[in-house]
């Protein structure tokens, strides 16, 4: 089984910045993709950013440019830098990873989330 454990959202003003940091543990023999989602209210869940194990990134548009992510894989952790926050950015924020436990088998687990609110 795999735990991940998600910290650092917090209230912010326009502007400000957070780092987001998320910890995998458990019997894990490897771990390909990670990724930060979003899930403001009343819309749907996206995906924010996501890097490979190769440590290739990706992000949607709206935070290209202000948010870094990044990854420690001797520590199983997982990061998102976010500069010139806006209100939009306001959401809950949870981590995604997907990889294998011991014996070789698939795992893809989610955290249960951070709030980040940016508010003046």
């Known amino acids: 089984q795999v735990q991940l454990v998600e910290s650092g959202g917090g209230l912010v003003q326009p502007g400000g910045s957070l780092r987001l940091s998320c910890v995998a543990s458990g019997s894990i023999l490897s771990i390909n993709e990670m990724g930060w989602y979003r899930q403001a209210p009343g819309k749907e869940r996206e995906l924010v950013a996501a890097i490979t194990s190769l440590g290739s990134t990706s992000y949607t548009d709206s935070v290209k440019g202000r948010f870094t992510i990044s990854r420690d894989n001797v520590k199983n952790t997982l990061y998102l830098q976010m500069n010139s926050l806006k209100p939009e950015d306001t959401a809950v924020y949870s981590c995604?990873?997907?990889?294998?436990?011991?014996?070789?088998?698939?795992?893809?687990?989610w955290g249960q989330g951070t709030l980040v609110i940016v508010s003046s």
């Open positions: 995604n990873t997907k990889g294998m436990v011991g014996r070789f088998v698939p795992f893809d687990a």
